[in-house]
Nanobody, 122 residues
Framework: VQLQAFGGGLVQVGGSLRLSCAAS??????????MGWFRQAPGNQRELVAI???????GFADSVRGRATISLDSSRMTVSLQMNSLKPEDTAVYYC???????????????WGQGTLVTVSS
């Protein structure tokens, strides 16, 4: 399974960005999956930004709640993240994740994208 991310780059404070991620490859036999975004700023641990799933659940970091929306196209295994009112602290490398649930009672399998840099500057 491979994940390809689109978007990122240099954005002004108060601006918006849209990140997209498309998964390819076989995930046959799954019971469902989630897709979303983590981010890692220099010197910090990787943290969840937002995630959604085929069951319809969504989760957002407190730091982006109200500024971010996430959408999943399950027919194409593509997830998009829209973030508004960007702040300098949103600067980070953003990683796409695909979390696949293959077997009930077993941990899910995580697949990661290569990361895309978002820089928020005034």
């Amino acid at each position: 399974v491979q994940l390809q991310a689109f978007g990122g780059g240099l954005v002004q404070v108060g601006g918006s960005l849209r990140l997209s991620c498309a998964a390819s490859g076989s995930t046959d036999g799954h019971h469902g999956y989630g897709m979303g975004w983590f981010r890692q700023a220099p010197g910090n641990q990787r943290e969840l930004v937002a995630i959604t799933s085929t069951s319809g659940t969504e989760g957002f970091a407190d730091s982006v709640r109200g500024r971010a929306t996430i959408s999943l196209d399950s027919s194409r295994m593509t997830v998009s993240l829209q973030m508004n009112s960007l702040k300098p602290e949103d600067t980070a490398v953003y990683y796409c994740i695909l979390r696949v649930y293959y077997s009930v009672g077993y941990p899910p399998q995580d697949y990661w994208g290569q990361g895309t840099l978002v820089t928020v500057s005034s």
